[in-house]
């Protein structure tokens, strides 16, 4: 079983015509994923054979359902904390996203 933010081989997503936007990157649990400005932060890492998340409820592997931001299937976490839907967010150069919540230092 893959654990989440582990690379599959081949994406679940794959690209038909050319990316259009300026190349990004991201980092998704560590990892470099590149990407293009106007893409969604869900097709970038589907692109790259990537899961979203493990569910709350057991192991099992999420990658989004509705694709459309009506459910709550693809939430992944940036680096301050907040959660934001992976379907619905357009990538940007540098985000920091996680497939858990990212904990805040003790202090």
Known sequence: MIASGEHRAGGQFHRVAAMRGEPLSLSFDGQTIAA???QSV???LLAHGR???RSEFG???RAGFCLMGACQDCWVWSQSGGRLRACTTPVAAGMILASRPVLPPHG
């Open 42 to 44: 869900l097709s970038a």
């Open 36 to 38: 293009a400005a106007g």
């Open 51 to 53: 899961l979203l998340r």
């Open 59 to 61: 192991d099992d592997p």
